[in-house]
């Protein structure tokens, strides 16, 4: 049973560059809940998505970042026209419900130039 | 709510010992905890749960202890191994937010 899967596993981008963050939860799991991370930070919320909503996403930027998560396909995270401060660490995670254990991905390192 | 933007505690402890881990939690409609331990480059890993009817829960080598009254969870490593070292995150799941929350981390330091 494959766990929740993220790629790419690093991403390096130039200034103006978009990034796509692709993570398939595990199987089961309809709620997938994206994190960012700088080093030696804590989790910072960003959005939580089941099939076809999004449901929170207050800890996402109203601008440049968007988040899906298809009927089909993997969740995919967006970042449009990215600056050097949008390097950091994006994890995703999934559960199969409210109050369920939340399972996370390897994370992706996005590196912007 | 959320601590982010802080640097990390350091917890150092001697092989063999005990270790104990904090957190604090803010939110009194939290009815849910997970501790996770997170690897340098590597994403959080699940430890070990605990649910808000209950105030103690024991796993291999861990426990977790709940204290509602003070909105406190602890984390015991017993007999504390170098392969421990890591950060871990209390997470808690917010019932009228509908989401969870997670703490700033302690770094643990496991000394040979």
């Known amino acids: 049973n494959a766990g929740v899967m993220q790629n790419p596993r690093h991403l390096v981008r130039r200034r103006g560059q978009e990034a796509r963050l692709r993570c398939s939860p595990m199987k089961g799991h309809s709620h997938v809940y994206w994190y960012r991370q700088l080093p030696e930070e804590g989790l910072k919320f960003m959005v939580y998505?089941?099939?076809?909503?999004?449901?929170?996403e207050s800890g996402m930027p109203k601008e440049r970042f968007s988040a899906e998560f298809p009927k089909e396909g993997p969740s995919i995270l967006r970042i449009q026209q990215v600056v050097r401060g949008d390097s950091a660490a994006y994890f995703c995670a999934s559960s199969r419900g409210d109050r369920e254990k939340l399972f996370f991905g390897s994370g992706t390192q996005l590196s912007v130039l | 709510g959320e601590s982010v933007g802080l640097h990390l505690p350091t917890l150092s402890v001697q092989e063999g010992d005990n270790s104990i881990i904090n957190c604090a939690y803010s939110n009194s409609a939290s009815d849910y905890f997970i501790w996770y331990k997170q690897e340098s480059g590597k994403g959080p890993q699940f430890i070990i749960d605990?649910?808000?009817?209950?105030d103690k829960r024991q796993g291999q080598r861990v426990t977790v202890l709940l204290n509602k009254t003070v909105k406190h969870l602890s984390l015991q490593i017993a007999a504390t191994q170098p392969g421990d070292s890591a950060v871990y995150f209390c997470?808690?799941?917010?019932?009228?937010?509908?989401?969870?929350?997670f703490g700033s981390g302690t770094k643990l330091n496991v000394k040979p």
């Open positions: 997470a808690s799941f917010v019932y009228n937010f509908n989401k969870f929350y």
């Open positions: 998505l089941q099939k076809e909503n999004i449901i929170d």
């Open positions: 605990i649910r808000s009817n209950m």
